[in-house]
């Protein structure tokens, strides 16, 4: 069985910048695709960014769009998100995710069927 496990979050003012990271464990898995996704009491979990892996580019949300990065380490078996310029509205709880089936929209939070149990991120005005 596929473990994810985040880390890196806590609490940053406006314009700083963080890292996360998601370390998977547990068997040999090869995912279709990694993503973060985050959420706030009373909302839907929602898509951050998230990868493939095949080749093409990394799809990001737009609200996103400039400031956040995600990436891997392969021989490491992580997944990270860098996050710059963070803003009060990126608050959330974020989730790392995999998934084991392939050809659907990788920010699609019902894709994945690997979670993580989230690392909060709090920006101070």
Known sequence: ???????????VQAGGSLRLSCA???????????????QVPGREREFVAANAWSGGPAIYADSVKGRFTISRDS?????????NSLKPEDTAV???AARSASGQWVGAVGSYNYWGQGTQVTVSS
């Open 24 to 38: 998977a464990s547990g068997g040999t898995f090869s995912s279709s695709a990694m993503g973060w996704f985050r």
């Open 94 to 96: 974020y989730y790392c």
């Open 1 to 11: 069985q596929v473990q994810l496990l985040e880390s890196g979050g806590g609490l």
């Open 75 to 83: 021989a490491k078996n992580t997944l990270y998100l860098h996050m």
